[in-house]
């Protein structure tokens, strides 16, 4: 029997999760749309076996097969980021930092990490966060001036400060980040370093952006977002943090593994080995400079002057509405973004004087450049009519209209 005539609730949530979807464009960076395998697997009778353990040491009997999924994953991981050693099992990226954190940290150990207000994860340290209760978190912010890191300036804090941990990597970041000039620093002051790829880990694959494996103690990453894969993380380390960093994962912080996940993990992993990855990566940059750009020509001010990647944060301060106001108003014609800080945000978290866009979901969908000069102007024709209900009904037409051209899987009825 299907959803609908067993649990008629649920289906219709989920149809109208769906249409939503479809007929929005969504601009949130970190979102993104798996493959059907990916979606299948993660639905998968994988999902029915617990396996706590790691292959060939499990507690649970009946993981022959489990344990062959498993070793699939963690090799196409350690050979798709020239990597020594991976751990597929974290259920988040937060969980793989901690993972991290666990494996060679102790309770009150410095950690230095980009400041969250600069483009830096909760996770790297924010004081509300486990990582910043289990450990004395200081950080370094972005040049006032530049918006961008000053490697100089985090080198003059690591060498007072001391820390036991590097950590880069940010969530909210548009430039290029030098994994080498860190990891000199980090060496200089007997750090280990910890390099968050979450955001990049797609175009970092494609060869986009510099990878930080042959420069840091440890890689962490979801594979949700330009990745393509299932929500979920995995680690890349060294070889010899292996067994520390293996036992900080289980029996350190977590129990049974999602392998259903982690098989649709695997499969991100080959996909993203294929040439139309590295393509559709390109795609990703093409189409966020090309939004970047047309913000830019209707007098938006982006954070650093630009974009390297796959995100741009815009500063929303002379154009009379904050980040929260101006998603909300985003969202009741069709368009899906988020709020977010900007680099020494006078207004606080909830409320930020920014807002952060990004081009994984849409170009997954095979939107190209004009598309994003097309949305840029519904974007600016939103704002500037945000009093007009009957003008943005119409936009709201517009957006749902287009977004429907672009199927989420090019087989399903639009």
Same mark, same amino acid.
């Given at each position: 029997m299907s959803i609908r005539e067993t649990d008629p609730e649920v289906y219709r949530i989920?149809?109208?999760?769906?249409?939503?979807?479809? *007929?929005?464009?969504?601009?949130?960076?970190?979102?993104?749309? !798996?493959?059907?395998?990916?979606?299948?697997?993660? *639905?998968?009778?994988?999902?029915?076996?617990?396996?706590?353990?790691? #292959?060939?040491?499990?507690? +649970?009997?009946? &993981?022959?097969?489990?344990?062959?999924?498993?070793e699939l994953a963690i090799s196409r991981a350690c050979k798709l980021f020239s990597a020594e050693h991976a751990n597929v099992q974290p259920h988040s990226g937060s969980q793989a930092n901690m993972a991290c954190y666990?494996? !060679?940290?102790k309770p009150g150990d410095k950690i230095l990490a980009m400041n969250v207000f600069s483009g830096g994860h909760l996770t790297h340290g924010l004081h509300s966060n486990f990582s910043g209760t289990f450990y004395n978190a200081v950080f370094y912010d972005?040049?006032?001036?530049?918006?961008?890191?000053? +490697?100089?300036?985090?080198?003059?804090?690591?060498?007072?400060?001391? #820390?036991?941990?590097?950590? &880069?990597?940010?969530s909210s970041y548009s430039r290029i980040i030098d994994f080498g000039k860190l990891s000199v620093i980090a060496r200089e002051v007997g750090a280990y370093m910890l390099a968050d790829i979450a955001h990049i880990s797609g175009l970092v694959v494609a060869g986009l952006h510099p990878t930080p494996v042959p420069y840091a103690d440890f890689v962490t990453s979801t594979t949700h977002k330009t990745l393509r894969g299932p929500r979920g993380g995995f680690i890349l380390c060294k070889?010899?943090?292996?067994?520390?960093?293996?036992?900080?994962?289980? #029996?350190?912080?977590?129990?049974?593994?999602?392998?259903?996940?982690?098989?649709?993990?695997?499969?991100?992993?080959?996909?993203?080995?294929?040439?139309?990855?590295?393509?559709?990566?390109?795609?990703?940059?093409?189409?966020?400079?090309?939004? &970047?750009?047309?913000f830019k020509n209707r007098n938006y001010r982006i954070v650093s002057g630009g974009t390297d990647n796959h995100l741009m944060v815009v500063d929303l301060r002379n154009k009379g509405i904050?980040?929260?106001?101006?998603?909300?108003?985003?969202?009741? !014609?069709?368009?899906?973004?988020?709020?977010?800080?900007?680099?020494?945000?006078?207004? #606080?978290?909830?409320?930020?004087? *920014?807002?952060?866009?990004?081009?994984?979901? !849409?170009?997954?969908?095979?939107?190209?450049?004009?598309?994003?000069?097309?949305?840029?102007?519904?974007?600016?024709?939103?704002?500037?009519?945000?009093q007009n209900s009957r003008l943005l009904k119409e936009i709201a037409k517009k957006v749902r209209r287009f977004a429907r051209e672009f199927p989420i899987y090019p087989s399903d009825q639009t």
């Amino acid at each position: 029997m299907s959803i609908r005539e067993t649990d008629p609730e649920v289906y219709r949530i989920l149809v109208k999760e769906q249409e939503k979807q479809r *007929g929005t464009i969504g601009l949130i960076p970190s979102e993104n749309i !798996v493959s059907k395998e990916v979606l299948r697997l993660s *639905g998968s009778i994988f999902t029915n076996k617990y396996a706590e353990g790691y #292959p060939g040491k499990r507690y +649970y009997g009946g &993981c022959k097969f489990i344990d062959e999924i498993e070793e699939l994953a963690i090799s196409r991981a350690c050979k798709l980021f020239s990597a020594e050693h991976a751990n597929v099992q974290p259920h988040s990226g937060s969980q793989a930092n901690m993972a991290c954190y666990f494996s !060679v940290l102790k309770p009150g150990d410095k950690i230095l990490a980009m400041n969250v207000f600069s483009g830096g994860h909760l996770t790297h340290g924010l004081h509300s966060n486990f990582s910043g209760t289990f450990y004395n978190a200081v950080f370094y912010d972005v040049n006032r001036e530049s918006e961008t890191i000053d +490697y100089e300036n985090v080198r003059e804090i690591a060498l007072k400060e001391k #820390p036991r941990m590097l950590i &880069c990597g940010a969530s909210s970041y548009s430039r290029i980040i030098d994994f080498g000039k860190l990891s000199v620093i980090a060496r200089e002051v007997g750090a280990y370093m910890l390099a968050d790829i979450a955001h990049i880990s797609g175009l970092v694959v494609a060869g986009l952006h510099p990878t930080p494996v042959p420069y840091a103690d440890f890689v962490t990453s979801t594979t949700h977002k330009t990745l393509r894969g299932p929500r979920g993380g995995f680690i890349l380390c060294k070889r010899e943090y292996h067994d520390k960093l293996d036992s900080s994962i289980i #029996p350190g912080i977590q129990g049974g593994p999602l392998m259903h996940i982690i098989a649709a993990k695997a499969a991100t992993f080959r996909n993203a080995m294929k040439p139309a990855f590295a393509e559709y990566q390109k795609q990703i940059i093409i189409n966020s400079k090309k939004l &970047c750009d047309a913000f830019k020509n209707r007098n938006y001010r982006i954070v650093s002057g630009g974009t390297d990647n796959h995100l741009m944060v815009v500063d929303l301060r002379n154009k009379g509405i904050t980040g929260s106001e101006f998603e909300t108003l985003l969202e009741s !014609v069709g368009i899906i973004a988020n709020k977010n800080l900007i680099p020494f945000d006078p207004k #606080p978290p909830r409320t930020t004087s *920014g807002i952060r866009f990004g081009t994984p979901l !849409v170009t997954s969908r095979g939107m190209k450049e004009r598309d994003m000069e097309t949305i840029a102007e519904w974007i600016d024709e939103t704002l500037k009519h945000r009093q007009n209900s009957r003008l943005l009904k119409e936009i709201a037409k517009k957006v749902r209209r287009f977004a429907r051209e672009f199927p989420i899987y090019p087989s399903d009825q639009t």
